[in-house]
Each structure stands twice: as structure tokens, then as C-alpha cells.
């Protein structure tokens, strides 16, 4: 069965910290792997990722995928209390279906 | 360039009824998908379109259909609404161009059933 799971589901960390989220994959037709970052309503599109090795950047956030080891990881340094959100990661599954994780709430306490 | 648009953005519906959600995709983009979101379940995927054409499913009832039409824009129908159908149902907009498969997703329409 396919299936993406993202770790940890929770994190409560202080303004300033780092934080490294991670998400592991088995899914067949792997095609990309993506990160959103969900506040509200509709998941915001942070990095697409396709390649092993290659880091992503944005601003303080950067990400990284591991295709022999199915994972990726998404950190962002200097937390801000604007970084609070749900963090998706989503497996492309073909080019026709995105398999989701359960998310990791990130919250950062001023 | 506009993003993707989902119509409407709140309906509540009383138990029996049915419903028409609508997805304008981003412009130049052909796949549309759409998701259900519940607290309990996250993201699931509920069905593709490309070029009119359904090409991947769901594991959800046969009460959850949709189509495309030929400008791209996509339109989801539940029938016989259950209490469980209340969610966050969000369409995404998709560019395949090689091995770059980027997702966009519009605003959603949060369905609450009565």
C-alpha cells in the first residue's frame, strides 16, 4: 500500500530554533515529492523535489530528498511565530495522484 | 497570473441533498485533482482529470463523481450527502512538464452537512 509518513506529528519549539522535519515514502511511480505549508485554508506549495541530493532553498527554509533512502527532510532556521502551520509533504504518484501525509503541526511560541 | 479558483467557498447542505463544487485551474494547466480533508483522515485523494478525461480514482462511493470540460475547468458532484461528507474539499491545478510535477491548490469550499 502506498503510504508517506511524516514525523514528528507535533512540535512546539521557541522563536529562534531550528527545526528539521521529516517525511519517509513508499510509493510506486514515485514521480516528485512536495512540501506545503497549511495555515487555514489551502496548502501553499513550498518545494518540489525530483532528484536525490539537490537542496532546495528559501530564504530560511530548505529541503532535501533521498531517493535510495525514500525520505526527505524540510528545515527552517530562525523560526518565526509566522512559521506556525501544518506542514504537509505529498508523494506524486504518477503525475495524477498526490499521496499525503498526516502533517506535522509546528508551532513557535514567541 | 490567477490562481486556482474554487467556487463556492462555504455551502451547508442538509442530509440527502447534493452538491456541485467548481475548480478554474490555473491558465495553461490541463490536470485538475481533487481532495477531501477531514480531521480524522488528512488529505485524500478523490479523483483526476486530464483533457476531459478521468484518469485516477479514488477509493471513495460511486456518490463522488466529477468531470472536466474542455477549458479545464472542473466541477465535483455528491449526491445523497451524508453527515460524514462535511470536509475541506480542495481541487489542485497541475503542469506536467517532464519530471517537473508541481500541485497548486485553490482556497477549497468547506462542505458542512446537516
Known amino acids: 500500500e502506498d503510504k508517506v509518513v511524516q514525523s514528528p506529528l507535533s512540535l512546539v519549539v521557541h522563536e529562534g530554533d531550528t527545526v528539521t522535519l521529516n517525511c519517509s515514502y513508499e510509493?510506486?511511480?514515485?514521480?516528485?515529492l512536495l512540501w506545503y505549508k497549511q495555515e487555514k485554508k489551502a496548502p501553499t506549495f513550498l518545494f518540489m523535489l525530483?532528484?536525490?541530493?539537490i537542496e532546495k532553498k528559501s530564504g530560511r527554509l530548505s529541503s532535501i530528498l533521498d531517493k535510495k533512502e525514500l525520505f526527505s527532510i524540510l528545515n527552517i532556521t530562525a523560526t518565526q511565530t509566522g512559521d506556525s502551520a501544518i506542514y504537509l509533504c505529498?508523494?506524486?504518484?504518477?503525475?495524477?495522484?498526490?499521496?499525503f501525509g498526516q502533517g506535522t503541526r509546528l508551532t513557535i511560541n514567541p | 497570473k490567477a490562481g486556482v479558483t474554487q467556487t463556492p467557498r462555504y455551502l451547508i447542505k442538509t442530509r440527502g441533498q447534493q452538491v456541485t463544487l467548481s475548480c478554474s485551474p490555473i491558465?495553461?494547466?490541463?490536470?485538475v485533482s481533487w481532495y477531501q480533508q477531514t480531521p480524522g483522515q488528512g488529505l485524500q485523494f478523490l479523483f483526476e482529470?486530464?483533457?476531459?478525461?478521468?484518469?485516477n480514482k479514488g477509493n471513495f462511493p460511486g456518490r463522488f463523481s466529477g468531470r472536466q470540460f474542455s477549458n479545464s475547468r472542473s466541477e465535483m458532484n455528491v449526491s445523497t450527502l451524508e453527515l460524514g461528507d462535511s470536509a475541506l474539499y480542495l481541487c489542485?491545478?497541475?503542469?506536467?512538464?517532464?519530471?517537473?510535477?508541481?500541485?497548486?491548490f485553490g482556497q477549497g469550499t468547506r462542505l458542512t452537512v446537516v
Open positions: 489542485a491545478s497541475s503542469s506536467v512538464q517532464g519530471e517537473n510535477t508541481e500541485a497548486f
Open positions: 510509493v510506486t511511480n514515485f514521480r516528485s
Open positions: 525530483t532528484s536525490s541530493g
Open positions: 505529498a508523494v506524486f504518484q504518477g503525475a495524477q495522484k498526490l499521496v
Open positions: 491558465s495553461g494547466h490541463r490536470s
Open positions: 482529470y486530464f483533457s476531459e478525461t478521468q484518469r
